[in-house]
T-cell receptor
Framework: DVKVTQSSRYLVKRTGEKVFLECVQD?????MFWYRQDPGLGLRLIYF???????EKGDIPEGYSVSREKKERFSLILESASTNQTSMYLC???????????FGPGTRLTVT | DQQVKQNSPSLSVQEGRISILNCDYT??????FLWYKKYPAEGPTFLIS?????DKNEDGRFTVFLNKSAKHLSLHIVPSQPGDSAVYFC??????????FGEGTQLTVNP
C-alpha cells in the first residue's frame, strides 16, 4: 500500500511566522505535489516536483516555496504566514507509470 | 480560468437510489479523467478513471461516462449507500505530471 504521511494534522501559527510542512512517501514515486483545499474552490496546485531538486510552479505559488532534497520528501514553506493562507494543505505523490495520485491525510493550518 | 467545473456543490439521494455526479471541462487537451472521494479530515482517495479513448468504465457500483463532444463526464453510483456520503472531485490530465481538479460535490446519501 502506498503511504503518504504529513508531519502534522493540525497546526496553528501566527502571522509573519515561517512555516514548514513536511511530506514523506514510501513508494519511490518520482512526482510529488502540494495542494491547498478551500471550500468551493476544490484542490488548487501550489507546487510540484518531478525529480529531486526539481520544482515547478502550480496555479497559486505566490507566498510559498518548496524543497525536495531527497526523493521521498517534499517540503512546503510559507516564508511569512498570512491569514489568507489558513487552509487545508494536501500532499500527493505519483509514479511515472500512472496518472493516479496518492494523497496524505492533510494538514489543517490556521494562521492567526 | 476554471478548466474543470463541477456545477453542483451538493447532491442528496436516498439509500438504494442512483447518484449522478457531473463534471464539465473546457480544455480539449485533457485525455485522462479521474474521480476522487474525500471524507472529512482525510486525504482524497482514488475511485475510478477513464481514458479519452473510451466512453465508459465500470468498477462495481461505480461507472464513469465520458462524452468528449460535450466535454462532459459523469459518475454514477448504483445503488447508493450511506457510506458513500463524501465530497467527490473530478480531475483531468493533459499528459504530464499534473492534474486539474474541479470544485467538488458533497454527496449525502440518506438512510
Amino acid at each position: 500500500d502506498v503511504k503518504v504521511t504529513q508531519s502534522s494534522r493540525y497546526l496553528v501559527k501566527r502571522t509573519g511566522e515561517k512555516v514548514f510542512l513536511e511530506c514523506v512517501q514510501d513508494m519511490d514515486h518520482e512526482n510529488m505535489f502540494w495542494y491547498r483545499q478551500d471550500p468551493g474552490l476544490g484542490l488548487r496546485l501550489i507546487y510540484f516536483s518531478y525529480d529531486v531538486k526539481m520544482k515547478e510552479k502550480g496555479d497559486i505559488p505566490e507566498g510559498y516555496s518548496v524543497s525536495r532534497e531527497k526523493k521521498e520528501r517534499f517540503s512546503l514553506i510559507l516564508e511569512s504566514a498570512s491569514t489568507n493562507q489558513t487552509s487545508m494543505y494536501l500532499c500527493a505523490s505519483r509514479g511515472d507509470s500512472s496518472y493516479e495520485q496518492y494523497f496524505g491525510p492533510g494538514t489543517r493550518l490556521t494562521v492567526t | 480560468d476554471q478548466q474543470v467545473k463541477q456545477n453542483s456543490p451538493s447532491l442528496s439521494v436516498q439509500e438504494g437510489r442512483i447518484s449522478i455526479l457531473n463534471c464539465d471541462y473546457t480544455n480539449s487537451m485533457f485525455d485522462y479523467f479521474l474521480w476522487y472521494k474525500k471524507y472529512p479530515a482525510e486525504g482524497p482517495t482514488f475511485l475510478i478513471s477513464i481514458s479519452s479513448i473510451k466512453d465508459k468504465n465500470e468498477d462495481g457500483r461505480f461507472t464513469v461516462f465520458l462524452n468528449k463532444s460535450a466535454k462532459h463526464l459523469s459518475l454514477h453510483i448504483v445503488p447508493s449507500q450511506p457510506g458513500d456520503s463524501a465530497v467527490y472531485f473530478c480531475a483531468a490530465s493533459a499528459g504530464g505530471s499534473r492534474l486539474t481538479f474541479g470544485e467538488g460535490t458533497q454527496l449525502t446519501v440518506n438512510p
